[in-house]
């Protein structure tokens, strides 16, 4: 990809082209739930840079409940970032529950270590800094992995996210869950390209063909959800 620093700090527009609205939810449903150290880690990865790469905390709260729906005890995040849905998780496993945590940047990681830490729940995470394609290769290849996960949470690289649904797919169980981040892209997926700035198109275009291949997958049932910058919930039934 070019220009690959300036497509990372791009800012979107709200999804639901109204910040008004946007405002409204997270105050009066969203932040009187948040928990306090999430709430703490927010506001430390705004002062951050890029810092509006960070989960949502709207789609954070969704993701809450369907964890406890689920049970979930062992999950997978391809990209942590500073660790706010890391952190969620944590929060919302078994004391005994796994996360398998990857991401190319451990100091990022680092920023929420210590948010980490004070909720007690650093034992539940195994960090593991890589590129995520050699991980979850060398995962789907020990058969004592395959259909063992409960959740994935996907928030990385758009133009690679079909490439580990192609792995996840083989890691979360049957009934198990797959959620993809960003995949509304503050509405840009129906805006026509010509009036895209050209630092968005790359996003724009993968986003576009993540949802086309999600949908055109019946090996899960699927929700595209408008929360967040667009949450894609897929339960696996193949």
Same mark, same amino acid.
């Given at each position: 990809m070019e220009n690959i620093e300036e497509i990372m700090? $791009?800012?979107?527009?709200?999804i639901l082209q109204s910040d008004k609205l946007a405002k409204y939810i997270v105050e009066t449903a969203v932040y009187p739930r948040e928990a306090q150290l999430l709430k703490e880690l927010r506001e430390r990865t705004e002062n951050y840079p890029r810092g509006n790469m960070g989960t949502s905390p709207?789609?954070?709260?969704?993701?809450?409940? /369907?964890?406890? /729906?689920?049970? $979930?005890k062992k999950t997978i995040e391809i990209g942590?970032?500073?660790?706010?849905?890391?952190l /969620?998780?944590?929060?919302?496993?078994?004391?005994d529950g796994k996360i398998t945590a990857i991401d190319i940047d451990r100091k990022a990681y680092e920023v929420g270590l210590p948010f980490i830490k004070k $909720?007690?729940?650093?034992?539940?995470?195994?960090f593991i800094e890589s590129p995520a394609l050699p991980i979850l290769d060398k995962l789907v290849q020990d058969p004592s992995n395959l259909g063992?996960?409960?959740?994935?949470?996907?928030d990385a690289d758009k133009w690679s996210y079909m490439n580990y649904h192609e792995r996840l797919i083989k890691l979360v169980k049957v009934g198990g869950l797959l959620a993809y981040d960003d995949t509304l892209l503050g509405g840009f997926v129906v805006?026509?390209?010509?009036?895209?700035?050209?630092v968005h198109r790359p996003f724009r275009k993968a986003a576009i063909e993540v949802n086309q291949a999600l949908a055109n997958d019946h090996r899960v049932e699927i929700a595209l959800t408008p929360v967040g910058d667009g949450l894609t919930i897929c339960r696996r039934i193949a």
């Open positions: 700090n $791009a800012n979107f527009p709200v709207d789609s954070g709260q969704l993701i809450s409940i /369907l964890l406890k /729906l689920l049970n $979930a942590v970032f500073t660790g706010y849905s890391l /969620l998780t944590a929060l919302n496993i078994p004391h $909720a007690g729940v650093e034992h539940k995470i195994d063992t996960y409960d959740f994935a949470f996907i805006w026509p390209e010509e009036d895209v700035e050209a």
